[in-house]
């Protein structure tokens, strides 16, 4: 492995123009802002319009994060897009954005790794520009989680929103960049969470769709148990492996699942909750969007500055996790 150092060059975010509040839920479904704010404390998310794909979201967010970091699309090598709601099954998600962009000396694959798909791409596209294959890589988490919503469903329905983050990552200065990251998977947890037709397994049907397989089912107990496990075992091993102690770390950018979880997890690792970037309250939980959508928030008001250790750290279907430690690099 070469010596070449990967950081974050640029970031951007997109979320659609439509505002669903708790309060309109409450004309949908049995439910209350109370309930919904003090369980999970989103107030709001932002809805895709129905002509609006995950490709159309990762779109606007790539544009941003080429301005970002005063690049085009012509430099760029490789494209990764974490999302397990694509405009379809194939081609990629991935390949539809290269021609949009018009990235036209890009490759291009989709992750699917659900809410730890954005830091399962970061950790992908720094082996890439490491090894010197590549030089700039395009990372985008994208959701378009309202389209596989049983919104009769007041446990999930409350939950989510739709929404899409861009990194680009390439080379930068010693002693910047990613320090440590890891990647983790127990697919023994895989039917906690998960979207039962529409595969090879449970084709479409008539009889799926009547029985809403094709809607996302969760069981919420079993997921908050694992991801306050997850998110405080796997954020002290990458803290260890980048070399630093908790003390060390300027901001905590979380999987923005749940307030609670984050909540405790924070506690657990020892950390002060003003270092804790959440955006959940107006976004609720876009999955593979939720992380690069909280930087790009965090980079935009000049919260995270050049030479911060930024902790990341995400959970999600398979089940998934990962972590990653990145000192900043905003020149």
Avoid at 148 to 175: H, Q
Avoid at 182 to 199: Q, R, V
Wanted: net charge negative; glycine share 10%; with cysteine.
């Amino acid at each position: 492995m070469s010596d070449i150092r990967v950081g974050i060059l640029g970031t951007g975010s997109y979320l659609p123009e439509k505002v669903l509040t708790n309060a309109d839920l409450e004309k949908m479904v049995e439910t209350s802002d109370e309930w919904i704010v003090s369980r999970t404390g989103i107030k709001e998310r932002r809805i895709a319009s129905k002509s609006q794909a995950a490709s159309d979201l990762a779109y606007e967010a790539a544009l941003k994060a080429l301005e970002h970091a005063n690049l085009t699309a012509e430099d760029l090598d490789l494209i990764l897009v974490a999302t397990i709601t694509p405009d379809m099954i194939f081609p990629s998600t991935s390949c539809i954005l290269q021609d949009k962009l018009g990235a036209t000396k890009a490759a291009a694959f989709d992750i699917s790794a659900a809410c730890s798909g954005f830091l399962y791409g970061l950790s992908t596209a720094q082996q890439f520009i490491q090894s010197g294959v590549y030089k700039h890589v395009l990372v985008i988490g994208v959701e378009t989680l309202s389209k596989i919503i049983d919104w009769n469903d007041r446990n999930t329905c409350v939950l989510f929103g739709d929404g899409a983050g861009a990194a680009i990552l390439g080379p930068v200065e010693e002693g910047y960049g990613i320090m440590s990251f890891e990647l983790g998977a127990d697919g023994s947890g895989g039917n906690l969470l998960k979207l039962p037709a529409g595969g090879s397994r449970l084709p479409a049907t008539l009889e799926t769709v009547n029985q809403g397989l094709h809607y996302l089912q969760m069981a919420g107990k079993e997921v908050f148990k694992f991801a306050v496990k997850v998110m405080e075992q796997a954020s002290m091993r990458v803290i260890e492996k980048a070399g630093l102690n908790k003390e060390d770390i300027h901001f905590l950018v979380p999987h923005q699942a749940n307030l609670r979880i984050i909540d405790y997890a924070v506690k657990r690792i020892g950390l002060d909750e003003e270092k804790v970037v959440i955006n959940l309250d107006h976004y609720g939980n876009m999955s593979a969007a939720s992380i690069p959508v909280a930087l790009d928030d965090a980079v935009k008001m000049n919260k995270i500055q050049h030479g911060d250790n930024v902790l990341m750290i995400g959970f999600g279907a398979g089940l998934t996790w990962g972590a990653m430690v990145i000192k900043w690099y905003g020149k």
